[in-house]
Structures are given as C-alpha cells and as structure tokens.
T-cell receptor, first 118, second 115 residues
Framework: GAGVSQSPSNKVTEKGKDVELRCDPI?????LYWYRQRLGQGLEFLIY????????KSGLPSDRFSAERTGESVSTLTIQRTQQEDSAVYLC????????????????FGPGTRLTVL | AQSVTQLGSHVSVSEGALVLLRCNYS??????LFWYVQYPNQGLQLLLK??????LVKGINGFEAEFKKSETSFHLTKPSAHMSDAAEYFC?????????????FGAGTRLAVHP
C-alpha cells in the first residue's frame, strides 16, 4: 500500500507513565529501523529488525526502552517509566532486506510520533 | 567509528541564490553517503545518495552533491534556491557491511529562503 505509517502522530504523557509507539512498514519490507530525533539534533539510531529478530539493539538508550516486531509487519516501541529526556520525535523506517557492498536498499521513513513527557 | 559533521545549523539564502550545505564525514572504509530533506511536519525524504559510483550525484529538486574523498566531504548544492526549498537537511553516512544499513546522521542544517 502506501508508505510507512506511525501512530499516534502525537503523544503527551506524564512522567513515569509507559507509552507504546507503533510502526506499520511498507508491505514486503523485511528490514525495519527505529530512530529518535531530539529537538535541534540529528536522528539517533535505536534498533534494527530483520524480520522479527533484532540483531542490532545498540542504540536503545536504557533498559526502559524495548521494541518488538510481529513477523515482518508491525513494530512497537515501548518506553517504560517515561522521563522528560525521552521527549523527542520517534521515526520508523523500513527497507527491503539484504544490504551488501554492491547494493543499497533505500530506507523509507514514516512521519514520526512526537512524544512529549510532562 | 563513523560520524558526520554538518557545518552551520542554520543557513539563509535569497531566492535564486546558490545553496551550499556542508557535510564532512569520518569513516574508516568507503562509505555510503546520503542527503535527506525534512519538510515541516513530514518524514524524511531521500534527496540523493552516493554508493561508490559517480562522485557527482544528482538528486531530486535540482540538488546535487559531490563526493570528495581527499576532503572527506559530501557538500550539497543547488544553483538557484526556491522558496519551496526551505526545510531541514540531514547528511548521513552508513557502511555497507553486516547485511544492513545503519544510518549515522549529522545534526542537520535548517535552510531558510527569503524573497
């Protein structure tokens, strides 16, 4: 269908609450990425999924952050006990699989979820 | 480790003037390099990419960038700015290994175009 979709588009929560952010990748894209964009900064890589496994979680900032993916479809990023420093735009991207030295599979980005922690 | 530096967090140009957004990268191996554009309240859109073919890369909306290995630079240019070019621009680097493409982004440059 269409491009990468994310929900909600905006989320305001109180400090200490848990939040779930959802990403629907482009159909057929087996690779899925989460990034975080803090105000005035570039994007930071959080986690990469190939199918429903996550071979690279190196960007998750703390154990309050977790993510899962159902098959080769929807992914959910969960932040537990939110803190004010978690306020950011969370972007999801998907691509075809199989990055090699001779090919590049473009990442297509969703519109993001703007999270505000009060 | 790979990194990206974008010189100038804000750039302002007149409509019709040359646009030059600077990007320097650090990578121990030949990189893939990208420029993305982010319009207000929208996701990132790929402008152009360098993947070890031609060093002068042409992208959408009249933008182009030149890969200069000796200068470790990948500056973005457009000969004549248009009001619709006002947006935030991100340079990114990745390395083609490990079977996936983790992008490392610069901090971004916000381009303003005034009449």
């Amino acid at each position: 269908g269409a491009g990468v979709s994310q929900s909600p588009s905006n989320k305001v929560t109180e400090k200490g609450k848990d939040v779930e952010l959802r990403c629907d990748p482009i159909s057929g894209h087996t690779a899925l990425y989460w990034y975080r964009q803090r105000l005035g900064q570039g994007l930071e890589f959080l986690i990469y999924f190939q199918g429903n496994s996550a071979p690279d979680k190196s960007g998750l900032p703390s154990d309050r952050f977790s993510a899962e993916r159902t098959g080769e479809s929807v992914s959910t990023l969960t932040i537990q006990r939110t803190q004010q420093e978690d306020s950011a735009v969370y972007l999801c991207a998907s691509s075809l699989a199989g990055q090699t030295s001779r090919s590049y599979n473009e990442q297509f980005f969703g519109p993001g979820t703007r999270l505000t922690v009060l | 480790a790979q990194s990206v530096t974008q010189l100038g967090s804000h750039v302002s140009v007149s409509e019709g003037a040359l646009v030059l957004l600077r990007c320097n990268y650090s990578s121990s191996v030949p990189p893939y390099l990208f420029w993305y554009v982010q319009y207000p309240n929208q996701g990132l859109q790929l402008l152009l990419k360098y993947t070890s073919a031609a060093t002068l890369v042409k992208g959408i909306n009249g933008f182009e960038a030149e890969f200069k290995k000796s200068e470790t630079s990948f500056h973005l240019t457009k000969p004549s700015a248009h009001m619709s070019d006002a947006a935030e621009y991100f340079c990114a680097v990745s390395r083609a290994s490990g079977g996936y493409n983790k992008l490392i982004f610069g901090a971004g440059t916000r381009l303003a175009v005034h009449p």
